[in-house]
């Protein structure tokens, strides 16, 4: 069965970094788009990045474009969330999913299978 685990969460001060990654099995990663997404206390699960199936092309949302940068390495079946300039905002659970379609990067609806997450706190 497929299975998504990510890793790389923690306690961060303000300002600094953490790399998140998430570790594909059960599936041909190469097929698959894949996000981060993320979900505070009391929020809705939001959008964070994304990255279509060669890693050729990326998307962000506007609050982490220029901090944080997806990367994927499909010889490792894994994706990688790399978070600079963190803020007392980014905290949040974070969680990867595969997206099949390929399509509609920011939208969680299209998304097929989800890993557990992983915490991220960042104190100010």
């Known amino acids: 069965q497929v299975q998504l685990v990510e890793s790389g969460g923690g306690l961060v001060q303000a300002g600094g970094s953490l790399r998140l990654s998430c570790a594909a099995s059960g599936l041909t990663f190469s097929n698959y788009a894949m996000g981060w997404f993320r979900q505070a206390p009391g929020k809705e699960r939001e959008f964070v990045a994304a990255i279509n199936w060669s890693g050729g092309s990326t998307y962000y949302a506007d609050s982490v474009k220029g901090r944080f940068t997806i990367s994927r390495d499909n010889a490792k079946n894994t994706v990688y969330l790399q978070m600079n300039s963190l803020k007392p905002e980014d905290t949040a659970v974070y969680y990867c999913?595969?997206?099949?379609?390929?399509?509609?990067?920011?939208?969680?609806?299209?998304?097929?299978?989800w890993g557990q997450g992983t915490q991220v706190t960042v104190s100010s």
């Open positions: 999913g595969t997206n099949r379609r390929g399509s509609y990067y920011s939208s969680s609806t299209v998304y097929d299978y």
